[in-house]
């Protein structure tokens, strides 16, 4: 796919500038609402986007590529700067957000002092050709958010580096590969040892993303009643409300397989079903449905799951749980 370079648009926007009559007091109005209009759409995407990464949370080691030069060697190793997710994301998000603001000091200062209006013009064309050029914007407004699973910036993970890569760290000085080799694998082996806890929560945090692999890896007959110490949340109920690939099969086999009990309520008072019927999940109750007796159980504010997803408006849900509902009470009265 070929890059769109902003080049083509930048010149021409110079050369017409150029040609502003920079005395016209109603050009120069007409400039600064322009540029005032996009340099506030501008603040508030990068201030968006600040927020939402300055929330990542990521441990995992990545390998950043270095950027790119001019006059560099081709024959040369590609260098990649060995860092934390969580820690590039907010560097480049925090890089964004001064260089943004600078920008605007310095365009404003230069017309305030200088009476120059070609950089309010230049910038009202090319400020949002810059934004878009950023990779945490990129993978908010037009990818999938900030997972590393996106690998917005072109990252290597340690597996994947070659002999012929470089790694430095964040001052620049070069990493050891043979200790990059062992801090992957101390790292590996710590994650093999994540406990149940752990694994039920980031299970949890992945969402519809999530795989659920480790989860059922991790569960037997003796834990799959398992409560969170917080919020007494358990495996079944984070599978009723995940609506992650593989959520159907997961419960038939925590029910059929492992024998979970579904009646079990967390510290809202919600089983299994009323976090089917909160989060919407279409999966979790198709699976639930044949519960019938716990569609009466009551959380702490008096709800039943189907008022949950009523009021949630989650009528899928509550269509499938009515009709579970009417199928037992036809076939009570078969019965008599």
């Given at each position: 796919m070929v890059e769109f370079n902003k080049m083509f648009v930048m010149l021409p926007v110079m050369f017409l500038a150029r040609k502003l009559?920079?005395?016209?007091?109603?050009?120069?109005?007409?400039?600064?609402?322009?540029?005032?209009?996009?340099q506030f759409i501008s603040i508030l995407v990068v201030m968006?986007?600040?927020?939402?990464?300055s929330a990542v949370k990521g441990d995992q080691i990545v390998y950043v590529p270095a950027a790119a030069t001019p006059f560099a060697d081709p024959g040369a190793k590609k260098k990649y700067t060995e860092i934390s997710y969580g820690a590039h994301v907010y560097s480049t998000a925090r890089s964004l957000l001064g260089s943004t603001l600078f920008g605007i000091c310095m365009t404003v200062g230069l017309h305030y002092y200088r009476g120059m209006v070609m950089g309010l013009a230049i910038q009202a064309v090319m400020a949002p050709l810059n934004l878009i050029e950023n990779p945490l914007i990129k993978a908010l407004f037009l990818g999938n958010g900030?997972?590393?699973?996106?690998?917005?910036?072109?990252?290597?993970?340690?597996?994947?580096?070659?002999?012929?890569?470089?790694?430095?760290?964040?001052q620049g000085n070069a990493v050891v590969r043979q200790a990059v080799q062992t801090e992957s694998a101390a790292t590996a082996a710590a994650t093999t040892k994540r406990s149940l806890e752990d694994i039920l929560l980031d299970t949890w945090d992945a969402g519809s993303k999530a795989d659920l692999a480790p989860l059922m890896a991790a569960l037997n007959k003796k834990n799959c009643?398992?409560?969170?110490?917080?919020?007494?949340?358990?495996?079944?109920?984070?599978l009723a409300g995940l609506g992650a690939k593989g959520t159907a099969s997961a419960i038939r086999q925590l029910l059929d397989g492992l024998g979970a009990n579904p009646a079990i309520c967390d510290k809202e008072g919600w089983n299994a079903l009323h976090w089917a019927a909160f989060h919407g999940s279409i999966e979790g109750a198709k699976e639930l449905r044949k519960e019938v007796k716990l569609l009466s159980a009551k959380d702490k504010e008096g709800l039943?799951?189907?008022?949950?997803?009523?009021?949630e408006n989650n009528d899928l849900v509550a269509d499938i749980f009515e009709a579970a509902v009417a199928t037992t009470s036809g076939e009570g009265k078969k019965t008599k």
């Amino acid at each position: 796919m070929v890059e769109f370079n902003k080049m083509f648009v930048m010149l021409p926007v110079m050369f017409l500038a150029r040609k502003l009559d920079a005395e016209d007091p109603n050009i120069v109005f007409y400039l600064r609402v322009a540029y005032a209009c996009m340099q506030f759409i501008s603040i508030l995407v990068v201030m968006y986007t600040y927020i939402q990464a300055s929330a990542v949370k990521g441990d995992q080691i990545v390998y950043v590529p270095a950027a790119a030069t001019p006059f560099a060697d081709p024959g040369a190793k590609k260098k990649y700067t060995e860092i934390s997710y969580g820690a590039h994301v907010y560097s480049t998000a925090r890089s964004l957000l001064g260089s943004t603001l600078f920008g605007i000091c310095m365009t404003v200062g230069l017309h305030y002092y200088r009476g120059m209006v070609m950089g309010l013009a230049i910038q009202a064309v090319m400020a949002p050709l810059n934004l878009i050029e950023n990779p945490l914007i990129k993978a908010l407004f037009l990818g999938n958010g900030l997972s590393a699973e996106g690998r917005i910036f072109g990252e290597k993970t340690v597996s994947e580096l070659t002999e012929n890569d470089e790694i430095v760290d964040e001052q620049g000085n070069a990493v050891v590969r043979q200790a990059v080799q062992t801090e992957s694998a101390a790292t590996a082996a710590a994650t093999t040892k994540r406990s149940l806890e752990d694994i039920l929560l980031d299970t949890w945090d992945a969402g519809s993303k999530a795989d659920l692999a480790p989860l059922m890896a991790a569960l037997n007959k003796k834990n799959c009643n398992y409560q969170t110490r917080e919020d007494s949340w358990t495996p079944l109920m984070i599978l009723a409300g995940l609506g992650a690939k593989g959520t159907a099969s997961a419960i038939r086999q925590l029910l059929d397989g492992l024998g979970a009990n579904p009646a079990i309520c967390d510290k809202e008072g919600w089983n299994a079903l009323h976090w089917a019927a909160f989060h919407g999940s279409i999966e979790g109750a198709k699976e639930l449905r044949k519960e019938v007796k716990l569609l009466s159980a009551k959380d702490k504010e008096g709800l039943t799951p189907l008022e949950i997803a009523r009021k949630e408006n989650n009528d899928l849900v509550a269509d499938i749980f009515e009709a579970a509902v009417a199928t037992t009470s036809g076939e009570g009265k078969k019965t008599k």
